[in-house]
Structures are given as C-alpha cells and as structure tokens.
C-alpha cells in the first residue's frame, strides 16, 4: 500500500494525462473515418464494375455466360473482403469520458482501487503497476520499474529534467 501511494501521480498531471489521450483518440478517429471513406469508394467503384459486368451479359449479350459468372463471382469476393475491411475500421462505439474518469480515478486513488479489488484483481493490478513485479526486502516492498503511466506521470511530478516541459522542447527565451 505504501508503495502504491509513492508512485501516485498528482491530480494536474492526470489531467494532462486525460487531454493527451482525448487528443490521440480524436487524431485515431480522424484517420479511421478517412480510412473507411477510402474503402467505401473502392466498393462503390467495385459495384458499379459488377453492374457493367451484369448490363454486358443480360442487355448487351458481349460476353459469354462463363466469363460472366467468372467477373461476378470475383467482383463479389473482393466487394465482400473491402466491405469486411470497412467493418474492421469502425471503432466500437464507447464512452470515453467514463473509460478515462476510470482510469485516472484508478491511478489517484490506487491504494484504494487495490484495496476494493478481489484476490485476483490486485493481481493483475499489480502486474499492471509493476510488471516486473515487486521484491519484498525484510519490511517493505521495491521495484525497479513501473507501469508505464505512473512512470511517465510520477518523472513528470519530480520535475525530471529528462522530459520536456509542457512550453515544448525549444529553449525558452529570457522575458
């Protein structure tokens, strides 16, 4: 438990934290709809293609019945397999605000959230915590890594001069 509330980020930095992933999710959404705009013109190009393969075969009488069923069955085959990939970029719709009012209620208040967890819980919540576990050494707990979140979360709360700050990573300019 101690442990657990040393490596507690602070609540301005789980803030950033809740910013930073709205704003990668926005960034993934964009390019998902741009990605499924993409696949639905090729299967709207890939109808009409089977639509001329139809009108040549049952109005136009230009090709034969065997070349007909060939384009037919292989313009469907690939009109199913893009509208599969379509179906594969859809995000499932979720609440993202909850998921992250979760997630930075776990992290601010983890000795808590471990505390109400079942025995299994805490086990995979410590595996997350700490995934190369945790040394017992006489009367207390260390590790040497922690997840990547409080890692991140708990440099930036020391002031560790290794990150950059929030101005960017040009040199700031005397006022």
């Avoid at 109808?47 to 230009?62: G, N």
């Avoid at 179906?87 to 208040?109: G, Q, V, Y």
């Avoid at 995979?124 to 922690?146: D, H, I, K, W």
């Amino acid at each position: 438990m101690k442990l657990i509330e040393q490596v507690k980020p602070k609540p301005e930095y789980l803030n950033l934290f809740k910013e930073i992933v709205i704003d990668v999710w926005r960034q993934r959404q964009s390019e998902i709809l741009k990605l499924g705009a993409t696949l639905q013109s090729r299967v709207d190009g890939l109808k009409a293609r089977r639509q001329r393969v139809i009108d040549a075969f049952l109005h136009e009488r230009s090709i034969d019945k065997p070349t007909y069923k060939e384009q037919l069955d292989l313009l469907n085959e690939e009109i199913a397999l893009a509208e599969l990939e379509i179906h594969e970029t859809r995000i499932d719709e979720m609440d993202l605000e909850a998921a992250l009012n979760f997630a930075t209620n776990a992290l601010s208040n983890a000795a808590q959230f471990w505390i109400q967890c079942s025995p299994e819980q805490k086990q995979r919540f410590q595996r997350v915590l700490f995934p190369n576990g945790l040394v017992f050494e006489g009367e207390s707990y260390r590790t040497a890594e922690t997840c990547l979140a409080f890692s991140y979360l708990q440099a930036i709360s020391s002031g560790d001069p290794s990150l950059a700050s929030r101005t960017g990573i040009e040199p700031v300019s005397p006022p």
